[in-house]
């Protein structure tokens, strides 16, 4: 049986509490003042700046190999999964109230908070900082994996958001970012038999 999620709100940091049937690990979440609050840490991760673990779009394990003939959803028509837990990541590993974010709740993380490209604890990535109230979250840089290869860690970050693209069934939505000497921070298209990081959110 499910636990049920207590939520307390220390200094703009929401703790959730027994959210997943698999774990009694607490969840940070960070208010940015924005729609949803993120998560601390990525799915699979230990810490802020660990890299956790990496997901094809729509599956929620990790895995050896990430290949389109491997993948449940590559060419499957779909819609938004956020809150599904057969196929968010966030969901079926955290619980509660934890999911994936959708396209616009990235986006609008990108237009409300300022990027900034440090270094924590060794692994490079984003200071993600809210416009809104001054509080932030780290993203790190942690690559992808095509196949069986782990590819641009350190230089690259990708996170997955739970929307489809509408038009081709092979892709889906990310959130994609590369060192700030490249400038590159956008929502693209991504084939989704490859493997990315999942940051949840929470209401």
């Keep these: ?36 609050k993120w998560a601390t840490c ?13 997901f094809a779009w729509g599956e929620i394990t990790p895995k050896a190999d990430y290949t389109q ?12 999964i956020a809150g599904n837990p057969e196929y968010d990541a966030a969901c079926a590993n955290w619980g509660g109230s934890w999911r994936m974010p959708t396209q616009a709740e990235m986006e609008e993380l990108v237009d409300n908070c300022t990027w900034t490209w440090t270094s924590r604890d060794g692994h490079n990535g984003y200071e993600v900082t809210s416009k809104i109230n001054g509080n932030s979250i780290f993203l790190p840089a942690a690559g992808l994996y095509n196949e069986s290869s782990l590819d641009y860690a350190g230089v690259i970050g990708g996170y997955w958001s739970s929307t489809p693209f509408e038009i081709d069934t092979q892709y889906a939505r990310i959130l994609d970012f590369a ?18 990081s999942v940051r949840p959110v929470s209401e």
């Design 1 to 36: 049986m499910k636990k049920s999620t207590l939520i307390a709100t220390i200094a703009g940091v929401s703790l959730a509490v027994g959210c997943s049937s698999k774990t009694d690990v607490k969840h940070e979440a960070v208010d940015l003042g924005l729609s949803v």
């Design 42 to 54: 990525n799915v699979g991760a230990s810490s802020p700046s660990d890299y956790g673990d990496y």
């Design 69 to 80: 003939e491997n993948s449940n959803t590559f060419d499957k028509n779909m819609k938004n």
């Design 179 to 196: 060192s700030d000497d490249s400038g590159d921070l956008l929502m693209h298209l991504e084939y989704r038999n490859y493997g990315y």
